[in-house]
């Protein structure tokens, strides 16, 4: 029935796990990623508990530009759900236009983050100058990484991808589904990025 | 993911009083920053509100809240392994 190389249960859930193995599969990276972060959070915790010179992030860091990132991400994610809440329902351009404020609200954080690293780089501020730096710089620079690998497939999914949508509806609405998952994780890493640098 | 048609109503709803209470939170982890607490406080206060904007948009925006168990299993997998990695270092033998 099903073709060789084809990949199934991808517009209608696995009979076993109930969910199709898109969606399965983008937890199990999701799960991964965890780990990625996680580990750098740990590394975070004993470079701090074994520092007692550590400085307080909001002496070193700019923390309006930081929240205003903060209200940047949660309103990408608020958009980010409402584009696939638009195919759920069945409107190609109200996901279109969600699907471009999400992408514009992304590139706004990289535009506020560039200015945050510009304003430390002009001050000769670089990941080298101690452990701080180094953790602060490794830490926003993956996550920025990430902010950007969400904006490669976002613009794909606007633009040449959602051509899907008229073949395979189903398995383009998981696919957003999955790219909102992607992108409220990435968001979620920042909620807690966030304080743990800028505030404690 | 399938929804019936009254889920999906209900949904926008959700997504927006998700949002106000997220940009809230968002105020009270600066706000809360500011206060003049012990160090252990601080860091048990930022975590907890960190916590719960986490929980937030884990619930609903990935829709955690209605997923199955296989996810739950996944995650819940994941979470004990987070843990070990996170104490490995201070007990490793």
């Not at chain 1, 991808?10 to 999701?30: E, Q, Y």
């Not at chain 1, 398995?171 to 979620?188: K, N, P």
């Not at chain 2, 600066?30 to 406080?41: K, M």
């Amino acid at each position: 029935m099903s073709s060789p190389g084809e990949i199934r249960y991808i517009d209608h859930p696995h009979p076993v796990s109930g969910v199709t193995n898109a969606k399965l599969g983008m937890w199990c990276f999701i799960a991964s990623e965890i780990m990625l972060f996680g580990g750098f959070f740990s590394t975070y915790v004993l470079l701090r508990a074994g520092n007692p010179a550590w400085p307080t992030g909001s002496h070193l860091l700019n923390v309006p530009l930081a929240a205003l990132n903060t209200v940047i991400l949660i309103t990408s994610s608020v958009t980010m759900v409402m584009a696939w809440y638009s195919l759920a329902v069945k409107s190609l351009p109200k996901f279109k236009m969600y699907m471009g404020l999400t992408i514009l609200l992304a590139f706004a954080f990289l535009v506020v983050k560039g200015f945050e690293y510009g304003m430390k780089f002009e001050h000769h501020i670089y990941p080298a100058k101690n452990t701080f730096y180094a953790i602060y710089f490794t830490m926003t620079g993956l996550h920025g990484l990430h902010v950007v690998g969400g904006i490669v497939a976002n613009l794909y999914y606007l633009f040449p991808g959602s051509k899907m949508w008229e073949t395979n509806p189903e398995q383009f609405t998981g696919r957003i589904e999955c790219a909102g998952l992607y992108w409220h994780f990435v968001d979620l890493v920042w909620i807690f990025l966030f304080p743990v640098l800028y505030l404690l | 993911m399938s929804h019936s048609e009254a889920e999906l109503k209900n949904q926008v709803k959700i997504y927006i009083s998700v949002f106000v209470a997220l940009m809230f939170l968002t105020m009270v982890t600066v706000a809360a920053s500011y206060l003049d607490l012990s160090p252990l406080a601080t860091i048990a206060v930022a975590l907890l509100i960190a916590s719960i904007k986490a929980g937030l948009v884990a619930c609903y925006f990935m829709h955690l809240i209605s997923e199955r168990t296989i996810i739950y299993a996944v995650l819940g997998l994941t979470a004990f392994f987070f843990l070990v990695l996170l104490l490995s270092p201070v007990y490793s033998v």
